[in-house]
């Protein structure tokens, strides 16, 4: 299976080198920073829509600044990270289409693209003034050199990895809070690191599926895990996500901020997107990339839009 999968995607590179050093240069080069991926940075709003703020035209402004820094900053940890797995990637059915595994853009083009985009991502948080430019610059920062680190090293230590990409989330909605002066609630914190540590389990048992199917680990720290592991890893973060969740709408500090005490009926999307997620992790076994993942699949896409609706009606109307 890991021959033939790794035959067609030669076939693939082969046929599409001769045809793309012209348009696929600039495809190429737009690929290595993942715009895709972006869509991570949107957890910069939550502080907003959570704290019942978001229709603030001047917050949301600071907002999208910070969003935009941190679309850059993560885009330069991409392309170091593509340069380290290079090698590797050229082994992965799917990684070696990447750039730089592919041969479509150099190791120097792909450096100085990390060096751009970490400019651009580290120059933003300016624009934001006086007051707030520094925090903002700190921890945009501080994640940049933590997922520097993650690249270079850490990601190779088991636990410790989803642990490091799920901290790099709370990272985003630190920065959203310090750039609106929104403070955040202890729920939110505890909601964004369970939330996304749980994606990023959902994501490594792709990986072990992986290796379980062609003898060999995508990663160097993918044989520190295994199905039995994931399974129950995967089972006990959504179930505490589940419960921060419904803990969290029902919190006499929150239903005394928002005037409600209706929002735990939103606790009903929530539930059925986990469980959504669940299936397409463990039954269609479609987990390697959560944000593709989420752009197409049209149940969870519907289910997260029902939950936002519900939970803007109920603390902004």
Same mark, same amino acid.
């Given at each position: 299976?890991?021959?033939? *999968? !790794?035959?067609?995607?030669?076939?693939?590179?082969?046929?599409?080198?001769?045809?793309?050093?012209?348009?696929?240069?600039?495809?190429?080069?737009?690929?290595?920073?993942?715009?895709?991926?972006?869509?991570?940075?949107?957890?910069?709003?939550?502080?907003?829509?959570?704290?019942?703020?978001?229709?603030?035209? *001047?917050?949301?402004?600071?907002?999208? @600044?910070?969003?935009?820094?941190?679309?850059?900053?993560? &885009?330069?940890?991409?392309?170091?990270?593509?340069?380290?797995?290079?090698?590797?990637?050229?082994?992965?059915?799917?990684?070696?289409?990447?750039?730089?595994? &592919?041969?479509?853009?150099?190791?120097?083009?792909?450096?100085?693209?990390?060096?751009?985009?970490?400019?651009?991502?580290?120059?933003?948080?300016?624009?934001?003034?006086?007051?707030?430019?520094?925090?903002?610059?700190?921890?945009?920062?501080?994640?940049?050199?933590?997922?520097?680190?993650?690249?270079?090293?850490?990601?190779?230590?088991?636990?410790?990895?989803?642990?490091?990409?799920?901290?790099?989330?709370?990272?985003? @909605?630190?920065?959203?809070?310090?750039?609106?002066?929104?403070?955040?609630?202890?729920?939110?914190?505890?909601?964004?690191?369970?939330?996304?540590?749980?994606? *990023?389990?959902?994501?490594?048992? !792709?990986?072990?599926?992986?290796?379980? &199917?062609?003898?060999?680990?995508?990663?160097?720290?993918?044989?520190?895990?295994?199905?039995?592991?994931?399974? /129950?890893?995967?089972? @006990?973060?959504?179930?505490?996500?589940?419960?921060?969740?419904?803990?969290?709408?029902?919190?006499?500090?929150?239903?005394?901020?928002?005037?409600?005490?209706?929002?735990?009926?939103?606790?009903?999307?929530?539930?059925?997107?986990?469980?959504?997620?669940?299936?397409?992790?463990?039954? !269609?076994?479609?987990?390697?990339?959560?944000?593709?993942?989420?752009?197409?699949?049209?149940?969870? /896409?519907?289910?997260?839009?029902?939950?936002?609706?519900?939970?803007?009606?109920?603390?902004?109307?």
């Amino acid at each position: 299976m890991n021959i033939h *999968s !790794d035959n067609n995607c030669s076939t693939r590179h082969s046929g599409g080198s001769a045809h793309g050093q012209g348009v696929s240069g600039i495809r190429a080069m737009v690929s290595i920073i993942r715009p895709h991926q972006w869509t991570k940075n949107l957890f910069v709003f939550i502080p907003l829509f959570f704290g019942g703020s978001i229709l603030d035209g *001047s917050l949301l402004w600071a907002a999208f @600044i910070t969003f935009a820094a941190f679309c850059f900053t993560a &885009s330069s940890v991409y392309c170091l990270n593509d340069i380290i797995d290079a090698a590797d990637d050229r082994n992965h059915p799917v990684k070696c289409l990447r750039p730089i595994a &592919s041969g479509a853009v150099s190791v120097t083009r792909g450096y100085v693209m990390m060096v751009l985009m970490a400019v651009l991502g580290l120059a933003l948080p300016l624009a934001l003034g006086n007051r707030l430019w520094l925090p903002v610059l700190a921890v945009t920062a501080g994640y940049w050199l933590l997922n520097i680190a993650y690249c270079v090293r850490l990601k190779q230590c088991a636990i410790a990895d989803v642990c490091i990409i799920a901290f790099g989330f709370v990272l985003r @909605i630190l920065a959203g809070g310090l750039a609106t002066g929104t403070v955040l609630s202890k729920w939110i914190v505890l909601m964004t690191f369970l939330l996304t540590l749980f994606l *990023s389990l959902a994501k490594r048992r !792709d990986d072990v599926l992986r290796m379980n &199917s062609t003898g060999e680990a995508p990663r160097r720290n993918t044989i520190r895990y295994n199905l039995t592991f994931i399974n /129950q890893a995967i089972t @006990i973060t959504a179930t505490v996500t589940i419960v921060c969740y419904v803990m969290y709408t029902v919190s006499p500090d929150v239903i005394s901020e928002h005037n409600t005490d209706y929002l735990y009926l939103t606790s009903v999307f929530v539930i059925i997107g986990l469980l959504r997620y669940l299936q397409l992790t463990v039954v !269609d076994e479609l987990s390697g990339d959560p944000s593709k993942l989420i752009l197409h699949d049209r149940i969870l /896409q519907l289910i997260v839009v029902l939950w936002g609706l519900a939970f803007f009606f109920i603390i902004y109307l």
